[in-house]
């Protein structure tokens, strides 16, 4: 069973910038496709990026390009979302998923899923 632990959440200043971290572990992690998504309260939860098991596919929906970056470093089985230029509508709590095969962009997409990490973007 595969396990995902986010890091690197905390409180910024609009403008500035984060770096989240996702390790996983019980699982091929080349095999996993990886999303990050985010929830603030009383709203859905929403796509913010994915990248595939060989970095060869990403993707990001309109508000977060330029902005976020997702990668990836196999030999460390640890995704990562830097989040540069944040914006107070970007404050939630950001989640990494996981799933063998494609990556898409639906939640209900990911079998596995981490615990969150709080990102508060001040004013």
């Known amino acids: 069973q595969v396990q995902l632990v986010e890091s690197g959440g905390g409180l910024v200043q609009a403008g500035g910038s984060l770096r989240l971290s996702c390790a996983a572990s019980?699982?091929?992690?080349?095999?996993?496709?990886m999303g990050w998504f985010r929830q603030a309260p009383g709203k859905e939860r929403e796509f913010v990026a994915h990248?595939?098991?060989?970095?060869?596919?990403?993707d990001y929906p309109d508000f977060v390009k330029g902005r976020f970056t997702i990668s990836r470093d196999n030999a460390k089985n640890t995704g990562y979302l830097q989040m540069n230029s944040l914006k107070p509508e970007d404050t939630a709590l950001y989640y990494c998923?996981?799933?063998?095969?494609?990556?898409?962009?639906?939640?209900?997409?990911?079998?596995?899923w981490g615990q969150g990490t709080q990102v508060t973007v001040s004013s």
């Open positions: 998923a996981a799933a063998f095969g494609v990556a898409k962009r639906s939640p209900t997409w990911y079998e596995y």
């Open positions: 019980g699982g091929t992690f080349t095999s996993l496709a």
């Open positions: 990248i595939n098991g060989r970095s060869t596919i990403i």
